[in-house]
């Protein structure tokens, strides 16, 4: 007599939990054996979820209204302003004697390089050295401005000059505090592109083209700073 009890009560809850689902809404969208749509079984509600959009907004307008928004945007200002009076130290070597290296730009062209009316240029396969093109017109002056032997270095080398033919690079110290000391542009190895992509170990250092190699391709110098170098 227990057997019918149990089935009995297996049923009844399978039925309660079809009600408890049709209770909750569940929805459900039915589709035929024929891949007919039998429409909606169960009720339906809106969506509820705010819009992302909506809750960045209203997100920044609320910083906005209390004055974080500024704050932040000061913050950053100053943080700019810092970072281009005193740059990172590109942490390089202080040059202590002579060395002197080649540097050729030549690269093999991977593709058809064409022009605007699809004529090519330089087909692939080419080996093109940009410095034929668009030579280096100014040496470049790579040094660190912490250093004061440096500094003397740089002053010596620019009293030569009797036209500005050359560009101040720092690999550390303040360019805008040399920029007012020497009343000239100063500029900022940013990530020590020029001197990964020269091979620069130490400095102070000089990048110009080879007035002495009859294909164009730039001499690369390091100096001790303490010599009277040219």
Do not use: C
Not at 21 to 38: C, F, H, K, M, N
Not at 103 to 132: E, H
Request: hydrophobic residues 40%; glycine residues 6%.
């Amino acid at each position: 007599m227990s057997r019918p009890i149990a089935i009995g009560m297996a049923g009844l809850l399978a039925t309660a939990a079809l009600s408890l689902i049709a209770a909750v809404g569940e929805t459900r969208s039915t589709v035929s054996p024929s891949g007919d749509d039998l429409g909606v079984i169960g009720p339906q509600w809106p969506i509820r979820e705010t819009d992302l959009l909506d809750a960045m907004l209203s997100k920044v307008r609320q910083k906005q209204r209390s004055g974080e928004a500024a704050q932040l945007a000061a913050r950053m200002q100053q943080q700019a302003q810092n970072y281009a009076q005193s740059p990172p130290s590109l942490r390089l070597a202080r040059a202590v004697h002579h060395r002197s290296a080649h540097f050729d730009p030549s690269i093999v062209v991977p593709d058809d390089i064409r022009d605007a009316q699809g004529r090519v240029l330089y087909a692939k396969g080419t080996t093109v050295n940009p410095l034929q093109h668009y030579p280096l017109s100014k040496t470049l002056l790579l040094i660190d401005a912490s250093d004061a032997d440096q500094l003397a270095w740089l002053k010596r080398r620019l009293t030569r000059e009797t036209t500005t033919t050359s560009k101040v690079i720092l690999t550390g110290g303040s360019p805008t505090e040399l920029a007012k000391t020497l009343q000239r542009p100063v500029f900022f190895d940013q990530n020590g592109a020029l001197i990964q992509r020269f091979g620069i170990r130490a400095v102070p250092a000089t990048v110009q083209t080879d007035p002495a190699s009859a294909n164009p391709r730039l001499l690369v110098q390091e100096f001790d700073p303490k010599e009277d170098t040219p």
